[in-house]
């Protein structure tokens, strides 16, 4: 291993390892590893339960707030339903009081019956089916070992599931692509169906099996799905398709939402039927044995196998890719595509660019024009940035980038928990989208606030123990006061108190309750019974709040403070507004832009002073949220706050400009401190600090790992000294 072992967070467990249908492009029985015919058929009880106390423990050791567990085969419905309940049984015993359980189950449907349905009802189990399009389309390769069409069953098993009673049940289709099928009538036949999710998947491949291809077509999978997004978007984009979510996620700097795409590590593993530990089952398109770990339930701990070469070789992000990988301006949204489709036989193995490599570089830069919603081009007063005479400009353009970045993050987080029978959530998210429609966009305060993109990638990050979805009421409700409206809504308590984030917080007392009903404009009345108002520093043009209640406000590597007393308020005012004066005669170019785009100030506990080692993206809140120690003296403080507001706006920089190869960690740290250092030279010009600046940018332009950006913004830099 190479650094912290990452635990798992997701289990595909195979129930079954024999299938009812003979799909030709199946990669279980089709492909190069054809380990399944020596497994047991069924999962056995002895497996089970070892399966869950492996679980169960692993969950424990790293206090994982929730996993994911998905029943495969095969065809998992073999297993039959008294089998399936004893899985179901085992793991929620196992799990319960440990973590949340989120259990789910993917099927071809044929086997589907409202038998299977009570029991998954009753167990919480979500169900994925398989289904490839319309009936042409489907049964290209969906057909039974004689010939029969699926297509009539599968239908009949989404009909079972679009029942009120089940509808909560549905989890999406999936569909393997088919260049042969029309890309528009395969999506209108799966839409038709209203399903929660559409997940389309790009047949399983490597350099030595090559996917069918036209010979004069340089990317028809890109092609193909590029047919689909346009027929999505113009109809309002009507039901989420996981790998556009993914790509628009990715270009706008938040995370991937698949797998086969970005730079996250993978947290996957597989339990085959008789137990052994094996790694992503696409790798069995690979080499005949290729997914094998050698460890089993019965001997082996996660943690073991989590050690395993070839489960860390998936966790290194962009360190783990190919050399031609690594260089490519797309890569954050990449990721080298699906590690399984990077494999050559001649040596190379997986240090390879994915066998997709055009089609997703294309896939990529086509919904990058169509939505903007990345850059590898500057934004508006990039060099105003660079060289220190932004007038606020460029910074309000980031603050209006990241906004966007954090609507889309809640989106998807509405994405991930919609559709789930919370009838809380449903009422919250309702009233969320209509805020949002709404002209005078009384959501926008919400979106803007830097601890709201917190709570959001926390909840994508599925530390739902970290971040309760239950949260998203507080959010709504923190937004109704700016319409002026009198609306009463649930809001969570937390720790005896419900927050309104930005306005502040209602002592509710010693009540046994999870929430509490609020009539919100009440709240905002100055000396309502245990109301506690957010505290603001308001000075010379800058207006920012003195945030010590926002429950995701603990985000800077260091303990925000708790509740300030009166007297502890007074002090921070003082010197903070001592230390924006100076920033003001010092540095006017960067006091515009605080006053533009800073928003909170969290105080935090510690001794005073920046971290110990800058950090390229080192700034969770952005430049909108600042985490500071209280120093007495105004001019530390001021060199504080102008170090970490700059280190924030690179932060929002990075989300929307590629300006170094992330591989380069040297290159982040030396960018990250040179252009902070730039700024608070004016605040403490010292010579040895100039001359330190000056041999980082000359490292930097030395360096060859800028991009052209990079090499523009370095050489702003240079100006400005």
């Not at 029309?182 to 790009?202: E, H, K, N, S």
């Not at 939505?371 to 460029?394: I, K, N, S, W, Y």
């Not at 925000?560 to 006017?588: C, F, K, N």
Request: aromatic letters at 6%; a negative charge.
């Amino acid at each position: 291993m190479t650094g912290p072992l990452i635990p798992f967070r997701q289990l595909v467990l195979k129930v079954h390892s024999r299938c009812d249908l003979a799909c030709d492009h199946c990669y279980v029985y089709e492909h190069a590893d054809q380990s399944w015919s020596s497994r047991p058929k069924i999962i056995s009880d002895e497996v089970i339960s070892w399966t869950a106390l492996r679980l169960a423990e692993h969950a424990k050791d790293h206090a994982l707030s929730s996993v994911q567990v998905i029943l495969h085969g095969g065809e998992p419905l073999l297993a039959g339903p008294k089998q399936l309940r004893r899985v179901c049984e085992e793991l929620r015993t196992a799990l319960g009081g440990v973590c949340e359980l989120d259990l789910r189950i993917h099927t071809n449907g044929v086997q589907l019956s409202e038998r299977y349905l009570d029991l998954f009802d009753e167990f919480g189990v979500l169900v994925g089916i398989s289904l490839d399009g319309d009936k042409a389309a489907n049964d290209l390769h969906r057909r039974f070992a004689d010939g029969r069409s699926s297509h009539g069953k599968v239908l009949a098993a989404v009909r079972l599931l679009q029942q009120e009673r089940y509808r909560h049940l549905f989890a999406g289709l999936l569909c393997t692509i088919d260049l042969r099928n029309d890309p528009v009538a395969a999506y209108d036949a799966l839409a038709a169906l209203d399903p929660p999710r559409i997940d389309f998947l790009l047949p399983h491949a490597t350099w030595d099996e090559p996917p069918p291809r036209p010979a004069d077509v340089p990317a028809p999978y890109a092609d193909w799905l590029m047919a689909v997004y346009d027929r999505w978007d113009a109809r309002g984009r009507p039901v989420p398709v996981r790998l556009f979510d993914s790509v628009i996620s990715t270009l706008g700097g938040g995370p991937g939402l698949t797998e086969s795409m970005g730079l996250a590590p993978a947290d996957v593993l597989v339990i085959e039927t008789d137990g052994t530990f094996e790694q992503a089952d696409s790798l069995k398109t690979a080499y005949d044995g290729a997914p094998a770990t050698g460890e089993d339930v019965f001997h082996h701990t996660l943690d073991q196998v989590a050690a395993h070469p070839g489960i860390t070789a998936r966790q290194q992000g962009l360190a783990g890719l190919s050399e031609q990988c690594r260089s490519c301006p797309v890569v954050r949204s990449c990721g080298g595509g699906l590690y399984a489709h990077r494999y050559r036989g001649d040596g190379s193995g997986f240090d390879n660019p994915s066998v997709y490599c055009a089609d997703l570089e294309t896939l990529i830069r086509s919904i990058d024009n169509r939505t903007e919603a990345g850059a590898d081009r500057p934004v508006e007063g990039f060099d105003a940035l660079a060289d220190g005479t932004d007038d606020g400009t460029a910074v309000r353009e980031l603050a209006r980038a990241r906004q966007a970045v954090t609507r889309n993050l809640l989106m998807l987080v509405g994405q991930e928990l919609g559709g789930r029978g919370d009838e809380a959530w449903d009422r919250s998210w309702r009233l969320a989208l209509d805020l949002d429609r709404r002209d005078d966009s009384p959501l926008a305060p919400v979106l803007a606030h830097p601890y709201t993109r917190t709570w959001a990638m926390r909840c994508l990050a599925g530390r739902s123990g970290a971040a309760p979805a239950a949260h998203l009421a507080s959010l709504v409700a923190s937004a109704l006061p700016h319409r002026g409206t009198a609306d009463r809504i649930s809001v969570p308590v937390t720790d005896g108190f419900a927050h309104l984030q930005g306005t502040g917080r209602l002592r509710v007392g010693e009540v046994d309750a999870e929430t509490v009903e609020l009539a919100v404009e009440l709240l905002r009345t100055a000396g309502a019974p245990g109301w506690e108002p957010m505290r603001w520093v308001r000075t010379n043009g800058l207006e920012v709040a003195l945030d010590d209640l926002d429950p995701y406000r603990d985000c800077f590597g260091r303990p925000a403070m708790d509740r300030l007393t009166d007297e502890e308020a007074g002090r921070w005012r003082e010197v903070l507004s001592r230390a924006w004066e100076l920033i003001r005669e010092a540095l006017p170019s960067v006091a515009a832009g605080m006053a533009a785009g800073l928003r909170v100030v969290t105080p935090l506990t510690g001794p005073a002073g920046p971290p110990a080692a800058p950090a390229a993206a080192g700034a969770p809140g952005g430049f909108a949220a600042l985490g500071i120690t209280l120093d007495p003296d105004p001019v530390r403080l001021a060199v504080a706050l102008v170090r970490e507001f700059r280190l924030g706006v690179l932060d929002a920089l990075l989300d929307v400009c590629d300006l170094y190869d992330e591989a380069d960690a040297r290159t982040g740290g030396l960018l990250a401190d040179a252009y902070a250092r730039s700024a608070t030279l004016a605040l403490l010009p010292e010579a040895e600090s100039v001359r330190q600046l000056r041999g980082q940018l000359d490292e930097l332009s030395g360096r060859g790992t800028l991009t052209a950006l990079g090499l523009r913004f370095t050489e702003g830099m240079r100006r400005a000294l």
